[in-house]
């Protein structure tokens, strides 16, 4: 007769002790969830899912859905390249060695930059024109752009109007690139070249003798100029 002890019962619902929920975790799973799901896939709900607890944990930490994808945004704005602030940027065309002009350049390579990280994150791009982020990356960007606009010389009001809409621009120009990808927005957009260049001269003189500016340059041709415009602007407008 075996007289061993015989073994404790073991609970079915026993498992590994989970990771506290901080802040930073609940927003790196975010991220995580956005890149393998999609950014709306991203719910508390969701979220809570994947963190294996319950939605009323997160909002401990996250007040809601919005908050939470302003968190991502702010995630992604650490990748913008502000070091494109501190080297010589490229000058303004038909200003080649005028080094008054340089800061002009690079407030237009970062908010190029700024572009580019939402161009690589179609959802994103559209949700950041009602995300607010308030953190370190995003005050980062607003110190950067405010140094060089103060760089040339435009005055502090100006400046905080101007960096306003310099993102706002930046932030609504890649929404709008998100929201017209495939073959659907590219018939469209072959629709209304075909419209353009054959405007009926007689009823649309101007559109038709300007047709050919009006759809020529590559995007970011395109893009580099609206910098530029609004920068010159910026600088030009008292308040």
Do not use: C
Not at 74 to 81: F, K
Not at 97 to 116: H, I, K, N, Q
Not at 156 to 182: C, F, K, N, P
Not at 212 to 235: D, K, Q, Y
């Amino acid at each position: 007769m075996d007289d061993s002890p015989a073994p404790a019962p073991r609970s079915r619902r026993e498992r590994p002790a989970k990771p506290a929920l901080t802040r930073a975790g609940i927003v790196a799973a975010a991220v995580r969830l956005m890149e393998a799901e999609g950014l709306q896939r991203v719910t508390m709900r969701r979220l809570a899912q994947e963190l294996d607890t319950g939605p009323a944990s997160l909002y401990v930490y996250v007040a809601n859905t919005a908050e939470l994808h302003a968190a991502i945004l702010e995630h992604h704005l650490g990748r913008v390249d502000l070091g494109a602030a501190a080297g010589a940027g490229a000058a303004d065309p038909g200003t080649a060695g005028d080094p008054g002009r340089d800061w002009r350049g690079r407030l237009a390579a970062v908010l190029e930059s700024y572009t580019a990280v939402l161009l690589e994150h179609p959802a994103l791009a559209h949700s950041a024109l009602l995300a607010r982020p308030a953190g370190p990356h995003y005050l980062a960007l607003v110190e950067t752009l405010l140094a060089l606009l103060e760089e040339g010389g435009v005055p502090a009001g100006q400046a905080a109007w101007g960096v306003d809409t310099l993102l706002q621009v930046a932030t609504a120009t890649a929404a709008e690139h998100s929201a017209r990808t495939g073959a659907a927005a590219e018939a469209e957009h072959g629709a209304m070249v075909r419209a353009l260049r054959e405007a009926d001269p007689s009823r649309y003189p101007k559109v038709a003798a300007t047709a050919g500016e009006l759809v020529s340059g590559r995007p970011a041709e395109r893009l580099a100029w609206t910098f530029r415009m609004l920068i010159n602007g910026v600088a030009a407008t008292p308040r």
